[in-house]
């Protein structure tokens, strides 16, 4: 790796408990494209000394991970139409001290509800509705789906999301079915206090078709490891953090990687 000097260019993620897949996939493409840049992960204890700190460091790109993607909006300057769209950001692109907020999110699900041939007229549960369940919603909704009921506890919220889209909502996801069951939540998370749980039961995996986990850490989840035991059409957070991370590269550094390169970068990212 190249060797830390004054004159690299840094980019950085901030999330409540970060992972390596972001670390691992942007410093594997740094590296082979020759790019004197580095990036780093970090647990803000003030968030909004952080963003502070990108602009008043020269950081040229900040990644947003759970909680942070809707509270942050308060501090950037400027809202791009992917993260304005659903007031949920994942991005930060720095340009001479201007902070723009982007949600790259939203076009990785989109791409995997597309790659993987879901129905528009099958049935979605949905559980969760903080900012990445916002960019799910969305994806699923633009795509056609009309069946699709999200599930949360915090019911201002949940109904929220809902009514925005046209969908319906439930407290309590627990006993519903649908063709595609998707957890937006961080149950199953590495390092968390439910990484062992199902974030839905046996009995609504064996009814659906799709199963969905946008946890990326760790890419073999509980509910991705039963839906694949189960042998349904398994769609993992491993592919979205590969998806949404290869869109933030392009913004940070202006170019896009060959696919040969985003398949290496995405099998290192994994190999940890």
Not at 8 to 25: D, E, K, Q, Y
């Amino acid at each position: 790796m190249t060797m830390l000097n004054k004159d690299m260019t840094l980019c950085i993620s901030l999330s409540a408990r970060p992972s390596n897949n972001g670390t691992r996939f942007h410093n594997f493409l740094y590296q082979e494209l020759g790019l004197n840049w580095i990036y780093k992960a970090f647990a803000p204890t003030d968030l909004a000394q952080a963003v502070a700190g990108v602009r008043g460091l020269g950081i040229r790109g900040c990644a947003i991970s759970m909680p942070y993607k809707e509270d942050v909006i308060a501090l950037v300057d400027r809202m791009d139409a992917s993260a304005s769209a659903i007031d949920s950001v994942n991005t930060i692109v720095n340009d001479d001290g201007v902070l723009t907020a982007y949600n790259t999110d939203y076009s990785a699900i989109a791409q995997l509800i597309e790659r993987n041939g879901l129905d528009p007229a099958s049935s979605v549960l949905l559980r969760g509705s903080g900012g990445m369940a916002k960019a799910t919603a969305a994806a699923f909704r633009n795509a056609g789906f009309a069946s699709v009921t999200i599930a949360a506890r915090n019911e201002e919220r949940g109904r929220a999301l809902a009514d925005l889209y046209g969908f319906s909502w439930i407290a309590d996801a627990g006993g519903a079915t649908a063709d595609a069951i998707v957890n937006i939540t961080p149950i199953g998370m590495a390092g968390g206090a439910d990484e062992s749980i199902l974030s839905f039961a046996e009995e609504q995996i064996a009814a659906a078709s799709v199963v969905f986990d946008v946890v990326a850490l760790p890419a073999e989840t509980p509910l991705v490891r039963a839906g694949r035991a189960a042998g349904k059409t398994v769609i993992t957070g491993a592919e979205v953090a590969t998806l949404q991370a290869l869109e933030q590269f392009v913004l940070y550094t202006g170019i896009r990687p060959s696919a040969d390169q985003v398949r290496a970068a995405e099998e290192f990212m994994r190999a940890q």
